[in-house]
């Protein structure tokens, strides 16, 4: 048996991308590193074996796939990436082509495809969300790289990606990086959404001293309603799940310090790169870095006391705190939306944005409902538009604002950190605001440096009568 493709990797998401690929027809080689794994993943793999080669060496992986070869890796994103190119390159032949589907930095991705440019080997930078159960039975993919080389293995990536109402989500977004600054952009507005849900967990928490037990339904609740998410599902989930050792709520359990690999910072340096301002995600990125620190913290609250109020439970403040995550979410989308159409026009690569959102309809991690609405607010609309104007969201803001106000407000006065959702709203109080106070930072510029303003009477550049010289 010759495979149609070759996967390196069998971690987490690439064990189970090989067996969703095997599941869907394609024959598929495998190797990973550590070669006793190759063994126990093809001992699980059961029927489907008959559709995989495991190897132990890489000469024999690559011998085993029909050239002109496609082979993924997924393995750890950076270095490891770089040294598994180099190794394969005097194995591979004219046409071969590596499919990096880790966490790539963009720029990695475009770094390496220039290295591989006129080689004879074919290099896409693909972006896979969806965790190991979106691996296995559908995730959502974002490719980048060659048109023509997409092509060649579309029809297996259509085969093992998510369906929503019969469209699969997967679709080649542009040349040469797109597919990894998508998927990059995807999980800075994963960070946002998951930091503002901890927000509003926090508020139930600390100001209305509800048990995990209490909160979980108010989520699942939410889960039915405009917030219909997988991220919320998933948060009902955990707050519901006991910990099997000492029976309390696991979410009690678990240490209050994040992790971050790097694709939600490279989010946010991507758009401060491009001047566009994305600060759900800053927001988000800088709360997991605070929550690191969690010893000073402790030495913090030990110098100021605790600083959590109670807060009076009723109807109506859960109902803002819903309205409160619509908002932040609606504020979050529109950055991370607005960060791709500026990498669009700097990179020419003409991102699909409606097509951007209804691939993340299914199988990745920000899926919802929501996504239907902005892959329609994009047709047909200017790649420039910003969702908070486009009029099915300015309707939804109007009504979610206020509760966004109140949550903010009442969550400041208590001493309780709302960084994202209060991000949103200064954000949004910001956008809305026709004539803004960067006048006073103009005044203060030319002031200290000659920097010249614009007048709001007449065109041209203008100094300020401030009797300073330095003559
Ligand atoms: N987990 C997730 O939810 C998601 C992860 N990703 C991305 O997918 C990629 C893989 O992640 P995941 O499966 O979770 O990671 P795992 O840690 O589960 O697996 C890592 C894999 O990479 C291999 N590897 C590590 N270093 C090297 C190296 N220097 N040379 C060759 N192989 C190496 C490992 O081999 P060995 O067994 O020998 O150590 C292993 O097969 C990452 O880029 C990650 O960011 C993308 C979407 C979701
Ligand atoms: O890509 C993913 C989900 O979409 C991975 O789970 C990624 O690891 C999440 O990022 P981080 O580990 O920084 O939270």
């Not at 495998?30 to 000469?59: D, H, Y």
């Amino acid at each position: 048996m010759e495979a149609e493709i070759g996967l390196i990797g069998l971690g987490t998401m690439g064990s189970n991308l090989a067996l969703n690929i095997a599941e869907k027809g394609h024959d598929i080689a495998v190797f990973n590193r550590t070669t006793s794994k190759t063994g126990a993943f093809f001992e699980a793999a059961g029927e489907l074996r008959s559709n995989i080669i495991p190897c132990t060496s890489l000469e024999e992986f690559v011998q085993a796939i029909r050239p002109p070869r496609p082979i993924i890796l997924m393995i750890n994103a950076g270095q490891p990436v770089d040294d598994q190119i180099e190794a394969l390159k005097p194995l591979l032949s004219h046409d071969d082509i590596v499919i990096d589907a880790g966490n790539a930095n963009f720029r990695d991705t475009m770094r390496r495809n220039g290295v591989l440019d006129g080689t004879g080997l074919n290099f896409i930078g693909m972006g896979v969300s969806g965790g190991e159960v979106g691996a296995r039975h559908g995730p959502s993919i974002m490719v980048g790289g060659a048109e023509a080389s997409y092509k060649r293995i579309e029809q297996v990536l259509l085969d093992i990606s998510a369906q929503y109402e019969g469209q699969a989500c997967c679709a080649w977004l542009g040349e040469n990086g797109a597919g990894h600054f998508v998927k990059t952009i995807h999980n800075g507005i994963e960070y946002a959404d998951m930091q503002m849900i901890a927000e509003i967990y926090g508020i139930m928490r600390d100001g209305l001293g509800m048990a995990p037990k209490d909160t979980a339904p108010v989520f699942a609740g939410w889960n039915e309603g405009r917030l219909n998410s997988y991220l919320i599902e998933i948060t009902a989930a955990v707050l519901d799940t006991e910990d099997a050792e000492t029976g309390k709520p696991i979410v009690d359990i678990i240490l209050d310090r994040a992790g971050q690999k790097g694709t939600g910072r490279w989010s946010a340096i991507e758009a401060q790169q491009l001047g566009i301002p994305a600060t759900g995600i800053e927001a988000a990125v800088a709360a997991r870095s605070l929550s690191a620190l969690k010893d000073e913290r402790e030495a913090a609250e030990k110098a100021y006391g605790s600083l959590g109020e109670a807060l009076k439970r009723d109807a109506a403040l859960l109902e803002d705190l819903e309205l409160a995550l619509l908002a932040g979410k609606i504020a979050a989308y529109a950055q991370g939306f607005a960060v791709m159409s500026g990498a669009s026009a700097d990179y020419n690569w003409n991102l699909p944005l409606p097509e951007i959102a209804r691939i993340w309809r299914a199988g990745c991690i920000i899926r919802s409902q929501f996504l239907s609405t902005i892959a329609d607010a994009f047709e047909g609309a200017d790649k420039e538009t910003n969702l908070l104007v486009v009029p099915a969201f300015v309707e939804m803001m109007r009504e979610a604002q206020a509760g966004l106000r109140r949550v903010v407000a009442r969550a400041a006065a208590a001493g309780l950190p709302v960084p994202a959702l209060s991000s949103a709203l200064s954000y949004f109080d910001m956008y809305r605001q026709g004539r803004g106070t960067a006048n006073l930072i103009q005044g203060q510029r030319d002031y200290f440096g000659a920097h010249s303003f614009e007048r709001i009477d007449k065109p041209g550049a203008f100094h300020g009568p401030w009797g300073i010289s330095a003559i």
